[in-house]
C-alpha cells in the first residue's frame, strides 16, 4: 500500500526561461498531511521557487525548463490548472501590499470564492468562518488600506483559506512585519496546523520560531536539500548549520561556541527552557571541578 | 566632557494630515561616533523621526538643529552632506541607469566638482565591498549587493551621521553579517549609525545606546546593555529581550554566577568559560 502523502516532490529540477542555470537541481521532498514543515536556506538558495511549483504557478504562470514532477493531494500539478490547485495548495507572500487586490476585507475574502462560483449562503458561511480564524471579526467593512500590516498579512492568509486547501504555502510571510503583527500572524498559522490539521510549509528565517512549532526543518543550499529532521537534529549539527551560514537559535550558537572552546555540551539545547536546564548543570559541573573536556580539544 | 551634538531634537512634535500626531515631544541629542538602535512598534514614530533628522520632515513644533542650525533653514541637499538616509527598500532608492550614475547623482546635488566624482564613487564603493564594473546596471544587481549600492551612494556624500532604516529586510544571516561588518567599520572610523529595526538581537550585538519610541513618545533613551536586558520596559512596547539575555536573566535568577545583562552569544561563552579559571 502506497503511503499517504500531502506532497510528493519528485526529483525535481527546473530553470527559469531568463536563469542561466538549474535554480532547483534534483529536490525529493515528502511532506505528511497535517505536518509542519520549515524551509530554510540562504537567499537564491531556490526556496521560493520550490514553493512556487507547489501549486503549479510554476511551470503554468513562469515558465522554465521543468523535469520530475510534484504531487499535490494526490494531483500531478503539470496535469492541473492553477484555479484547479489553489483549492487544494494555498499561497502567501512576503509582502502584504502586493497581495491585497480590493478595497474591503469582505470583498477581499469573497474575492476567491465568488471566482469559483460558489452560491452566495456558501461564500458567506466561508467568510464567517475565516474572519474568525484571522481575528479580523468586527473589522469585515474596514478599507484594506486602514489595516496594520499584521493584519494585512492575517487578511492574506484568510482570502486564501476561503478557499479551503489542505495545504498552505507560506513564502516569509513575518519578514515585513513589526513584532505586533508577526505574533498575530505567527499564532494564526501554529493554530491552523495543531487545531485545523492544516499542512503547512512555511520557508522563514525565523530559527528560534521554526525550533519551537516545526515537526521537520528543511535545509536548502544551492537548488538542493542539504538536510533534514527535526529541529533539534538539525540545530544539533553545527557543521550543517555552519556551512550554509544561517543563524541558530542563540543558545545552540553558544553551545556550537562553547564545544569549540573544548567545552563538552552533550544535548545542543534548541529552546529556552532546554537551555536553562543544559546550561545550568554545566555551570554545576564547572563550579563542583568535574566537567570533563573533549576528546578532541586542542 | 562630550563635544557638541552633532543633532539636537528639541521638543519635536509632528502631525501628519488631517490630524495624527506622529511625535509628541521628542528630544534627544546625537554627538560624533555613536551606534544607536532606533526601537519600536511600526507607526511608533521612528521613521518619522529619522525623516527630521535629515530634513526629510520639519518639526510641526519645536525644533532640530543640525550642526546648530535649524533644519528649517537648510536644504534637504545641504544637510544630506551631514546626515544621510538609506531607506529600508533599496529598490525604492536605486534609479539610475547605472552603479557610476547612482552613486555621482547624489554627488552633483551637492556640489562635488566633476574631477572628484569617479574617486568617492571608487572610494564608496570599495568601503561597501561592492566590486562590479561601474557600467553595471544596477537592476541586475542581486538583493544584497543593492542594498551595498545603495548603502555606498548615501556613503559618497560622507555624511558625519547615517541612518538605516531596516536595512536587513530580506537578508539572510550570512548577508546580514556581512552589511552589519560593513555598517560597524564606518562606525569605527567615526561615524554616528542609526539603526532602526525590528531585530534585536542584531541590535544588541552592534549598538551602543538605544531609543524606544513608543505612541510618538521616547520611552526609553539609554545604553544598550541597559534597555536590551529589562524585560518590563521592552514589554511595554511589545518587544523582548534576544534570547541570549533572556537566558542570562533566568541563569542570574537561579544564582548562578553569571550577570544577568549579557547581549551576545560569545559574552556569554566568554563569562562561562572564564569560570573554567575561577573554579
Known sequence: ?????????????????????????????????????????????????????????????????????????????????????????????QNPEAQIVTMTVIEELSFGPENLGLPRDEIERRIREVVKVARLEGKEYRPTVSLSGGEKQALAIASVLALRPSILVLDEVTSMLDPIGTELVSEMVV??????????????????WAAEYADRIVIMDEGQILGEGKPEEVFSSPDLVRKIGFRAPQVSELAYELIDRGLSVKKIPISLSEAVETYSKLIDMIMKGEWRPLKNEK | MRSEPIIKVENVYYRYPPNIWALKGVSLNIYKQEFIALLGQNGSGKTTLAKHLNGLLVPTRGRVLVKGIDTRKLSVAKIARIVGYVFQNPEHQIFAKNIYEEIAFGLRNIGVPEEEIEDRVREALEEVDLRKPLDTNPHFLSTGEKHRLAIASVLAMKPEVIILDEPTTGLDYKRIKQLMEIIYNLYKKGHTIILITHDMALAAEYCERAIILHNGRILVDAPAREVFSNIELLAQSSLKPPQITLLSIELNRRGYPIPRDILTVKEMADKITSLLKTY
Open chain 1, 191 to 208: 493554530k491552523l496546523n495543531k487545531e485545523y490539521g492544516l499542512t503547512i510549509i512555511a520557508i522563514d528565517h525565523r530559527v528560534e
Open chain 1, 1 to 93: 500500500m502506497k503511503e499517504n502523502y500531502a506532497v510528493v516532490v519528485e526529483d525535481l529540477w527546473f530553470k527559469y526561461v531568463a536563469s542561466k542555470d538549474y535554480v532547483l537541481r534534483g529536490v525529493n521532498l515528502k511532506v505528511k498531511p497535517g505536518e509542519f514543515v520549515v524551509i530554510m536556506g540562504p537567499s537564491g538558495c531556490g526556496k521560493s521557487t520550490l514553493a512556487y511549483t507547489l501549486n503549479g504557478i510554476i511551470p503554468h504562470v513562469f515558465k522554465g525548463e521543468f523535469k520530475g514532477k510534484v504531487i499535490v493531494n494526490g494531483l500531478n500539478t503539470l496535469e492541473h490548472t492553477v484555479s484547479e490547485l489553489a483549492t487544494h495548495v494555498g499561497m502567501v507572500f
